[in-house]
C-alpha cells in the first residue's frame, strides 16, 4: 500500500525568520493575519504597543472558531478588554511567540479547522 500526504488548498506559513513570515513561500515582512478559508491582510501594528481593541475586534469579524495571537518573537498576552469582541461571539484565542503560532496554525489548518493566525511581525533591532 502507498502512502501519500495529504494535499491541503489552505494557506501554510512555510517558513519564518527574525521580521518576516513566509506565506506558501511569499514573504512577507508585516503583521498579517491569515486564515485556513483564504483570509489575508495586512494587520495595522508594527509592535506589540501599538495594538488595541480595533485589533481584535477586526479578528471577531471574521467568525473563525479559533484565533491564534503570534505576539512576536516572545510572549505578551492582550489585554482581557480586547478580547471582548471574541469572547461575545464565542471565539477562542491562544497566544504564543510568532513561530510557534506559525507552527500550530500549519497543524490546525490542516485539520480542516477554520483557525485564523494574527501574527505580530516585529522588525529586527537596527531596521
Same mark, same amino acid.
Given at each position: 500500500?502507498?502512502?501519500?500526504?495529504?494535499?491541503?488548498?489552505?494557506?501554510?506559513?512555510?517558513?519564518?525568520?527574525?521580521?518576516?513570515?513566509?506565506?506558501?513561500?511569499?514573504?512577507?515582512?508585516?503583521?498579517?493575519?491569515?486564515?485556513?478559508?483564504?483570509?489575508?491582510?495586512?494587520?495595522?501594528?508594527?509592535?506589540?504597543?501599538? &495594538?488595541?481593541? /480595533?485589533?481584535?475586534?477586526?479578528? !471577531? %469579524? #471574521?467568525?473563525? *472558531?479559533?484565533?491564534?495571537?503570534?505576539?512576536?518573537?516572545?510572549?505578551?498576552?492582550?489585554?482581557?478588554?480586547?478580547?471582548?469582541?471574541?469572547?461575545?461571539?464565542?471565539?477562542?484565542?491562544?497566544?504564543?511567540?510568532?513561530?510557534?503560532?506559525?507552527?500550530?496554525?500549519?497543524? &490546525?489548518?490542516? /485539520?480542516?479547522?477554520?483557525?485564523? !493566525? %494574527? #501574527?505580530?511581525? *516585529?522588525?529586527?533591532?537596527?531596521?
Amino acid at each position: 500500500m502507498k502512502l501519500q500526504p495529504d494535499k491541503s488548498d489552505v494557506q501554510t506559513l512555510t517558513a519564518h525568520g527574525p521580521g518576516w513570515v513566509a506565506i506558501n513561500n511569499e514573504r512577507v515582512e508585516s503583521s498579517v493575519v491569515v486564515g485556513s478559508r483564504g483570509e489575508r491582510f495586512e494587520w495595522d501594528a508594527g509592535e506589540f504597543g501599538q &495594538l488595541g481593541a /480595533e485589533h481584535f475586534a477586526q479578528l !471577531a %469579524a #471574521l467568525g473563525a *472558531e479559533l484565533i491564534i495571537f503570534g505576539s512576536g518573537k516572545r510572549i505578551r498576552f492582550p489585554q482581557p478588554a480586547w478580547l471582548q469582541p471574541l469572547m461575545a461571539r464565542r471565539i477562542g484565542v491562544e497566544t504564543m511567540d510568532t513561530p510557534a503560532a506559525c507552527r500550530t496554525y500549519n497543524i &490546525l489548518a490542516s /485539520e480542516g479547522r477554520h483557525v485564523v !493566525a %494574527a #501574527l505580530l511581525i *516585529e522588525k529586527p533591532p537596527g531596521q
